[in-house]
């Protein structure tokens, strides 16, 4: 292998790949710490690197079609979402103001009686 001449070079050198290679050329990080940090960091980043600039080149269709997937960005990698129990809340109903018409959304445990709050009409709820 050949090194430019400002890098200094061990005896041996560590070397990590899969379709890019990363070599420390000092030998001093470990070939399990270099691949690691390969696997971690330097994939993922290329892949999104990679997908985004081949998007680029199909956006680049002359014509009036174009490629959807060539206007939107690469997807991050997606984190699954944990689920939440939530408690009921109190029942709603929705009413119409006999004044204004606007809908209201009414909580029966407020009681039977209340106010529009868009023109301040009286309301008492019959069931």
Not at 12 to 37: K, M, N, Q, V, W
Not at 102 to 117: E, K, T, Y
Not at 118 to 123: E, G, N
Request: glycine share 8%.
């Amino acid at each position: 292998m050949t090194y430019p001449g400002s890098v200094v070079v061990g005896d041996e050198a560590t070397i990590a790949g899969d379709r890019l290679l990363l070599i420390d050329p000092r030998g001093e990080i470990s070939e399990d710490d270099l691949l690691e940090f390969m696997e971690n960091h330097v994939e993922p980043a290329f892949q999104r690197w990679w997908r985004q600039k081949e998007a680029q080149s199909r956006s680049a269709v002359k014509g009036p079609i174009t490629a959807m997937e060539a206007k939107t960005p690469a997807a991050e990698e997606i984190q699954p979402v944990e689920m939440q129990s939530v408690s009921a809340g109190p029942q709603v109903t929705l009413v119409n103001c006999w004044r204004c018409q606007g809908q209201i959304a009414w909580r029966l445990d407020l009681g039977p009686r209340g106010a529009c709050p868009y023109c301040s009409a009286l309301i008492q709820l019959v069931t």
